[in-house]
C-alpha cells in the first residue's frame, strides 16, 4: 500500500510518491518510476502499475521530459514515441498525468469545478522559460478557469542544498532584477538558489492559489532519490520520484 503525500487545496485524486513502497533494488531501492533510469524495466513497470493503482487510474501516462516549458493535452496512453516536453492536462477519467522528479520541481494543478488537471515538471530551466504558463494555458484551452485553478508543488531541493554558480543567477537577473529575492549567500562566490520559492511567486503571479509541501529530496535519502545526493556521493545513474493526479 503506497502513502504519497497529498497537497490540502487539491481534492481530485493525486499524489506526490516517496520511493517507499515499490520493488526497485540496490541504488534505486523503492518506488522508481523512470524508464529512463537503468534499472530493471519490470521492476519499474510494477512501481508504475502501483501507482495507477493507489489513484484509482488505468494508466500513468509520462512525457520524454527536456527542460522546456512546452505541455499539452492528453487523453491516454502516447501512441508511439513518448512527446518530449514537460507539461501535460487532461479531464479524462481514467488518465494519471506523471511528473517524474529527482530534485527537480513536480507541480500538480486542479479545476475542481471543470474537473480538469495538470502536471508539470519544473526544474529551473523550465521554471524560468515558464512550462508552468504554458500549463494553465493548456487547461484554460480545455475550459479550466484560471480563477479555480489550485497548484501545488511538491518534493524538490530547497535552497539550503541548492547551491549554484554566479553565471545561474544572471540568467534570473536578466529575465527580472527582483528575481534576487530567491537567491541568498552561500561559500565564496556561490549562491542558494530557492527553486519552490520562485515557483510559488511564479504561480501565485499567474493568478492561483498555490503551496509547497515542504519536502527536500536532497535533504531525506530514505524518503526521496536527488540526482544532486547522487552527484556528491560519486555519481551513478539515480532513481526518478513520481507525482501524478487524475481527474475526479
Known amino acids: 500500500m503506497l502513502t504519497p503525500i497529498r497537497a490540502d487545496n487539491i481534492s481530485a485524486p493525486h499524489g506526490f510518491f516517496t520511493r517507499i513502497g515499490g520493488v526497485s533494488a540496490g541504488r534505486y531501492d523503492g518506488l522508481n518510476c523512470g524508464p529512463g533510469s537503468d ?16 489513484l484509482d487510474a488505468a494508466e500513468l501516462v509520462t512525457v520524454f521530459q527536456v527542460h522546456s516549458a512546452d505541455a ?3 487523453t491516454g496512453p502516447h501512441q508511439g514515441d513518448w512527446p518530449k516536453l514537460d507539461g501535460m492536462v487532461t479531464a479524462t477519467k481514467g488518465v494519471a498525468l506523471g511528473a517524474l522528479h529527482a530534485d527537480c520541481a513536480p507541480v500538480l494543478f486542479e479545476d475542481a469545478k471543470a474537473n480538469i488537471v495538470g502536471a508539470a515538471h519544473a526544474g529551473w530551466r523550465g521554471a524560468l522559460g515558464g512550462v508552468t504558463d504554458a500549463t494553465i494555458a493548456e487547461m484554460v484551452k480545455l475550459g479550466a478557469d484560471r480563477n479555480n485553478i489550485a497548484a501545488a ?12 554558480g554566479p553565471e545561474f543567477m544572471d540568467e534570473f537577473l536578466a529575465d527580472d532584477m527582483e528575481n534576487t529575492r530567491f537567491f541568498a549567500g552561500g561559500q565564496g562566490d556561490r549562491m542558494q538558489f530557492d527553486l519552490p520559492g520562485y515557483l510559488l511567486n511564479r504561480l501565485r503571479e499567474a493568478g492561483l ?7 527536500c529530496t536532497y535533504s531525506d535519502p530514505a524518503k526521496f532519490y536527488s540526482y544532486r545526493r547522487v552527484c556528491h556521493e560519486g555519481g551513478g545513474d539515480y532513481g526518478r520520484l513520481v507525482s501524478a493526479i487524475t481527474p475526479a
Open 39 to 54: 534499472d530493471a524495466p519490470e521492476a519499474v513497470a510494477e512501481n508504475r502499475s502501483r501507482v495507477a493503482a493507489t
Open 153 to 164: 508543488i511538491g518534493p524538490c531541493i530547497s535552497q539550503r542544498a541548492y547551491e549554484v
Open 72 to 74: 499539452i493535452h492528453v
Open 209 to 215: 492559489q498555490a503551496e509547497w509541501t515542504g519536502h
